[in-house]
């Protein structure tokens, strides 16, 4: 079902401040990755806010639903959800990438609400395979997400994944690709040409759907239409843009893991209606 406007502006205004929080972390750790944050920010905050069946109450219920961050360097923008759906205090994002803090600058077991560690990219989508196959051996209608870069497609584990899960018929597997054109030194076109992206994961039998990953209801829609898929796992190719929302990081390289200066931060809280 299509968000009604109330709900779509409520989350159009929570995108928009935890871009406030992960950056304001980002800055204060003067470490840490903007660029994927920002670009992701749509996906994980619809998934966690609206439509994953998970409660901090109950973190271990076996019916939950699993989401797995591949692309584990986006951490900041996982961790303000997982703030905002009670699994962290308030405030700890203040702690990111410190000594001991339960926000490290990838996802730990040790934290609440994180179902794998991520950091070495490309492991996301068999982990989350694997959790698929044991949901249905259960019997369970739960649902596993796995938010994938586009930079991490060079890594060929992700394609052994591809080609696999389409034979176990894991309709209950729903992968994202933040699809943002950019990775760590330059374009995807220039580190490794992906070509038609859609068309090799439809080829090895994914159910494959493209949306815009800025707009909540071509999201939402699309997350629908993977849950009524039957007999296969889905692909949500969401085209989005490095560093959304902040003007002088869309599209750059430069901020895919850069410390912001205050100058940057400064400005960046302008764009975004945040205190300096």
């Known amino acids: 079902m299509p968000l009604t406007a109330k709900r779509e502006q409520e989350l159009t205004e929570l995108c928009r401040r935890f871009r406030i929080d992960a950056l304001t972390a980002i800055h204060g750790a003067q470490s840490g990755h903007p660029g994927g944050s920002l670009s992701v920010c749509e996906i994980l905050t619809l998934l966690y806010q609206e439509r994953m069946h998970i409660c901090a109450d109950k973190p271990d219920d076996p019916d939950r639903d699993r989401l797995v961050l591949s692309k584990g360097h986006a951490a900041p923008m996982l961790y303000v959800n997982l703030i905002e759906k009670g699994f962290l205090p308030k405030g700890s994002m203040a702690t990111l990438r410190c000594v001991d803090s339960l926000l490290q600058g990838h996802p730990c077991n040790h934290t609440p609400g994180v179902e794998m560690p991520a950091g070495p990219l490309g492991l996301g989508l068999s982990a989350a395979q694997g959790m698929a196959i044991g949901l249905k051996l259960s019997g369970s ?123 940057s931060f400064a400005q960046a809280m302008k764009e975004l209606g945040g205190a300096e």
């Not at 997400?145 to 209950?172: R, T």
């Not at 007999?231 to 969401?238: C, K, L, S, Y």
């Open 141 to 263: 209608k739960a649902r596993v997400y796995a938010v994938l870069g586009d930079g991490e497609m060079d890594e060929g584990c992700i394609w052994e994944a591809v080609m696999s899960a389409p034979k176990f018929q894991l309709d209950n597997l729903c992968a994202v690709v933040d699809l943002n054109g950019v990775q760590l030194d330059g374009t995807t076109d220039e580190i490794m040409p992906m070509r038609d992206v859609a068309g090799k994961w439809h080829s090895s039998g994914w159910n494959v759907i493209e949306c815009d990953g800025h707009d909540l209801q071509e999201l939402t829609a699309a997350f629908d239409a993977a849950e009524r898929n039957a007999g296969a796992p889905t692909v949500i190719i969401a085209h989005t843009v490095k560093g959304k929302g902040v003007s002088f990081m869309e599209g750059k390289a430069a901020w895919h893991g850069k410390a912001i200066d205050d100058e």
